[in-house]
């Protein structure tokens, strides 16, 4: 189910919300209100992929269970192998759901066999939940967390449909506690539902519009030629510059507002349940370089392959060579992470080569650097990085390279690139603007110096304006103009 | 956005953060509790009259609908077309994307000046594809009769008169695909010979009075496909207006934008006053007579029925004043409704095969071919952007 469809808004949230404050707390206890969530969890999954439930719930059972487990070999090597034998499980069915055919395809490209694919689908959000579910067991094993008897609570924990098939990764560290005892109040669910209505509007508003941006810019850059029946080779679409840097500068905003709005109506739906989840996204396109970028962008799951792949690996302790090769393995994981295609492995290691040259030369010259210039940088590099990202195959960047540098059929720009260019002005600067801290810089500045008077006024005209982005995030929605989360597929 | 930025000494909000939090509370349960309930509440509609379509039924609940998420898909249409006040949300986002993004269309959807259409930019395999079909209807027509005097013309979507410059379809470009593929017919280059005021306003379909209006366009399509098909010395121009009532086409619904409605006009001359028309019943195999302008039609669902009723898959339109004894057959698409009848004048016949309502296969049985007769080959660019609806094999 999608957070930005009729169904999500105006059947499933209201009468999940109703239930779960309708539920008593005999002494406190969240067991039911736990339960609710589980239960309206597994229908949310189930709504998009009634099959793949099965998956979900095994790989949460398989996770509780190697919990116990581990717990009960505390200290001896058994606890290891245990460990060890639960990663390998979780990791199984990421690798046969989504690695299989990339496996048998480069085998068949290798070996000129002719293996057959799985073709199978992708279940929603396997990759997200098949972290969390390593954080506890990997967390448990190094005493970090403590073991959770309770299978409902554990599976609530993995299912958890605010952030379940697109992150934020909430690790078991952070929720262990608000699992048995969070706390609800009016002003987290007020605030909730500012976060709610903020990241509905994010991504309905803002990335489903530059979506169709996207969409119509690529499709022209990559669409290859014609051979007409005369014999004249005929471009299919108009491959200049212009479109190029329209696709490659659109993306870069529609990704950005699609999944940091998307993690923001995962925190603001937490907060209405009482949940509290860790902060995804800080403004990354405002960054001064890749490596402050890359903390400032899906944080949750830039930490944990930190804490879980680079840090294990030695990290930065060890000699330069090793350092950098623990580097390049990380980005690779990261890159296969996004996708099986040697795309994402090249998108990887394009990322992980500026963050070694500026560990190296680069950072300090981006430090002495006009601000200006540093941000001009990681836009330009950030919005290149999205050739190798969201292209489908290695041709398809070629082609876009190639336009980019006017070396396309229609040469810098032409009639379609530029009509594109005016109609969508408006909502690139709003963007522009929009994925700065800017706007709430602005807010709390106008707040303050007005005083009382001004937090009166604002008191009263944000409520109404979040009321009024609803009605036209809904207007949008009916319409019929939303997109899946670019994220889904990861 | 934190939520705990104004609280009293003892950790509390205060009173203006009160009025926030319960502001913001109000607001949300309002809205979406509002409509949640208001979409229990409501009657459903039995129509979509701005969509000319019937609303979303509740899919069928089964094991296998649910276990293959078929139920869970139909319902978000169900929820969506039943939405409490959609037609005025629809309205809300229509403005907000023009007015607010200031985007030039929504969706391909343009409003310009009180002027709506729809840019869709050329398909070149989907025209060659749609050549292809051409190329069979013709080599089955040319296999059974000789001489027959073959042409080919595509009618331009209104949006490439738009000053606004919109990417749409390049007739230009059309043209020398359906030339290159179909070498054996005569193509007929229509675009220089229209405008924007040669189509309605608010629909995609050109405008009968102004075709047969030769002020309008220089010098006319009338007169430029006439002139093609060798008919234009026969032709009968003096043409009366009737006025059939008021419509609003296609593109105010699709829009979700009101707008002022147009005159529907229809055209008459001796000659069309005095012609017959019969339409192919599929079912019997047989031709029933019919009027040539259905003002039942004009009053239905969509207006532009008024023009030969509709969807029909063969009609034949008969000049019992006819001074020649030429035939003209027209493959084409719902633009020669409105076409056919100003051309009705310079044959004796004029046969139109719609191959989205026949087979290809079927189209010898329901008509009689002879030596020498004109056959056209007219498209518009939608129909030449999606051959798929063409039963051409």
């Given amino acids: 189910m999608l957070f930005s469809s009729v169904t999500f808004l105006y059947w499933f949230l209201p009468a999940v919300v109703l239930l779960y404050y309708c539920v008593p707390r005999p002494r406190g206890s969240l067991l039911g209100r736990n339960l609710l969530l589980f239960v309206a969890s597994v229908v949310f999954y189930a709504w998009g992929e009634p099959l793949y439930i099965v998956i979900m719930l095994s790989q949460a059972c398989v996770g509780w269970l190697s919990g116990l487990l581990i717990e009960r070999f505390r200290a001896r090597p058994a606890a290891k192998a245990l460990l060890v034998a639960s990663v390998v499980v979780e990791l199984s069915a990421l690798l046969v759901f989504k690695y299989t055919d990339f496996f048998v395809a480069n085998l068949n490209a290798l070996l000129h066999t002719e293996l057959g694919l799985l073709a199978l689908a992708l279940p929603l959000g396997i990759s997200f939940y098949t972290f969390q579910i390593l954080s506890y067991t990997i967390d448990l094993y190094r005493n970090k967390v403590r073991v959770q008897r309770n299978p409902l609570y554990f599976a609530t924990y993995v299912t958890l449909f605010p952030q379940l098939v697109a992150g934020p990764i909430v690790r078991y560290a952070h929720i262990e506690a608000q699992l048995t005892g969070r706390r609800h109040s009016l002003v987290g669910f007020a605030s909730g539902v500012r976060r709610f209505c903020v990241g509905l509007g994010k991504k309905v508003l803002i990335a489903n519009t530059l979506g169709s941006l996207v969409s119509v810019a690529q499709d022209n850059v990559t669409a290859g030629t014609l051979v007409a029946p005369d014999g004249a080779v005929l471009p299919m679409g108009e491959q200049s510059l212009l479109f190029a840097a329209l696709f490659l500068v659109a993306f870069s905003f529609q990704i950005y507002f699609d999944f940091s709005g998307y993690s923001d109506m995962a925190l603001g739906l937490g907060r209405i349940f009482g949940f509290e989840f860790p902060e995804n996204f800080n403004y990354p396109l405002a960054a001064r370089s890749l490596t402050d970028f890359w903390r400032r962008w899906h944080m949750s799951m830039s930490s944990w392959f930190r804490d879980y792949v680079y840090i294990p690996l030695g990290g930065n302790r060890v000699g330069v060579l090793r350092h950098t090769t623990n580097i390049l393995i990380v980005w690779m994981v990261t890159g296969l992470w996004h996708g099986a295609g040697w795309n994402f492995v090249c998108w990887g290691l394009f990322m992980a080569a500026f963050l070694i040259a500026e560990k190296h030369f680069l950072g300090r010259v981006l430090a002495r650097a006009p601000a200006a210039l540093a941000h001009l940088y990681l836009f330009v590099l950030v919005a290149l990085s999205w050739i190798l990202f969201e292209s489908p195959d290695l041709g398809a960047a070629g082609a876009t390279v190639l336009a980019l540098v006017g070396a396309g059929s229609a040469g810098i720009a032409g009639p379609v690139s530029w009509y594109y260019l005016c109609s969508y002005a408006v909502v690139l600067v709003i963007a522009a603007v929009g994925c700065t801290s800017l706007p709430a810089r602005c807010i709390a500045g106008i707040t303050a110096r007005a005083g009382r008077p001004g937090r009166l006024v604002r008191a009263v005209a944000e409520p109404l304006m979040l009321g009024a982005l609803l009605v036209i995030v809904t207007a949008f929605v009916v319409d019929g103009s939303f997109n899946p989360f670019i994220y889904f597929r990861f | ?393």
Wanted: hydrophobic residues 45%; proline residues 7%.
């Fill in chain 2, 1 to 393: 956005m934190s939520a705990r930025n104004h609280t009293t000494p003892a950790g509390r909000p205060d009173g203006i953060e009160h009025l926030r939090i319960g502001l913001t509370l109000a607001v949300f349960v309002l809205v979406v509790g509002g409509f949640a309930l208001l979409g229990l509440l409501m009657p459903r509609q039995a129509l979509i009259a701005s969509e000319r379509r019937a609303p979303a039924e509740l899919p069928e609940i089964s094991q296998d609908a649910v276990l293959s998420a078929r139920f869970m898909h139909g319902f978000e249409g169900y929820a969506a077309d039943g939405f409490p006040l959609r037609e005025a949300l629809r309205t809300a986002r229509a403005a907000f994307v023009l007015d607010v993004f200031m985007l030039g269309d929504k969706d391909g959807l343009y409003e310009h000046d009180g002027s709506m259409g729809r840019f869709e930019p050329l398909d070149a395999a989907a025209v060659l594809r749609a050549a292809d079909g051409i190329e069979r209807m013709n080599a089955m027509l040319t296999e059974n009769v000789a001489e027959l005097r073959l042409f080919c013309a595509v009618v331009p979507d209104k949006s490439i008169y738009e000053p606004r410059g919109y990417p749409g379809f390049d007739p230009e470009l059309a043209k020398r695909l359906l030339a290159a593929r179909l070498p054996g017919l005569t193509h007929i280059d229509l675009s220089a010979s229209l405008g924007a005021g040669d189509y309605y306003r608010t629909d995609l379909h050109w405008n009968q009075a102004a075709l047969a209006d030769g002020s309008i366009g220089a010098p006319g399509a009338l007169e430029a496909l006439s002139a093609a098909l060798g008919c234009d010395e026969r032709l009968d121009r003096s043409f009366t207006e009737h006025y059939a009532g008021e419509f609003a086409g296609v593109y105010p619904g699709q829009l979700a934008l009101p707008v002022a409605p147009e005159a529907l006009v229809y055209c008459t001359n001796p000659v069309i006053d005095a012609a017959t028309a019969s339409y192919l019943d599929p079912q019997a195999a047989t031709f029933v007579e019919g009027p040539l302008y259905s003002l039942s039609g004009a009053a239905g669902r969509d207006p532009y029925d008024l023009f030969l009723c509709g969807a029909q898959p063969v009609v034949r339109l008969d000049n019992p004043l006819a001074t020649t004894d030429r035939e003209l057959l027209v493959f084409r698409d719902s633009f020669a409704s409105s076409l056919a009848p100003l051309l009705l004048s310079g044959y004796k016949r004029v046969t139109l095969v719609d191959l989205r309502y026949i087979d290809y296969r079927l189209v010898p049985e329901h008509i009689e071919l002879k030596p020498g007769t004109d056959v056209l080959f007219l498209y518009s660019s939608q129909t030449l952007n999606d051959p798929s609806v063409l039963h051409a094999g």
